[in-house]
């Protein structure tokens, strides 16, 4: 999949915008946008970002997480090679492993949550200007389809494009809202 971003001032288009996509076969999990008028995406019925993913709170925790584990090791390496393990055993390395790793897991998780998402640093000037990021992930098939809904928007800017992260995440979300559909 790939991700292709726009840059709009007008949530009216956007949903429009929104609509005609789905009219062509595109599913809701496909198309977000990103604003600060949260009030204006409700009051539009837009498909908004999640609070998780406006922020980098995944990524952060996932790097943070690394270190952790490399912590870890090095804790269990000092253990081993100090020789320390026979007097008081394994019991305090181990549990020092886990606090280490855990505590340097969750302190990446709490810069992550101040700190915008990495994909979306770029928009913060147009965000903060009052504009609105709608992005749309597509399949290679789809791209024909989306070009012809933007083309009749000339009040979009183009803001580029790059391979999608979500492809498995909005396979799932389809298949839930399937699954919903048929369950009484």
């Keep these: ?59 952060a925790t996932a790097v943070a997480g690394i270190f952790g584990f490399l912590s870890a090791v090095l804790v269990m390496s000092f253990a081993v090679f100090s020789g320390a393990t026979a007097s008081i055993g394994w019991i305090p390395f181990v549990m020092l492993a886990f606090v280490v790793m855990g505590l340097i897991t969750w302190e990446g998780g709490m810069w992550g949550i101040q700190e915008p998402n990495s994909r979306f640093r770029r928009f913060q000037k147009a965000l903060a200007e009052g504009k609105h990021i709608l992005y749309v992930d597509v399949t290679a098939g789809q791209r024909s389809i989306l070009m012809g809904v933007i083309e009749r928007h000339p009040g979009l800017e183009n803001a580029g494009s790059e391979e999608s992260p979500n492809g498995l995440l909005i396979s799932a979300e389809n298949g839930v809202q399937r699954f919903a559909k048929w369950a009484p």
């Design 1 to 59: 999949m790939r991700r292709y971003y726009f840059i709009s001032d007008e949530l009216n288009d956007l949903s429009l915008i929104e609509r005609e996509l789905e009219g062509h076969g595109m599913t809701r999990p496909q198309i977000h946008v990103l604003s600060l008028d949260d009030d204006g995406l409700a009051h539009h019925h837009l498909n908004d970002v999640a609070p998780l993913f406006r922020k980098d709170v995944i990524r």
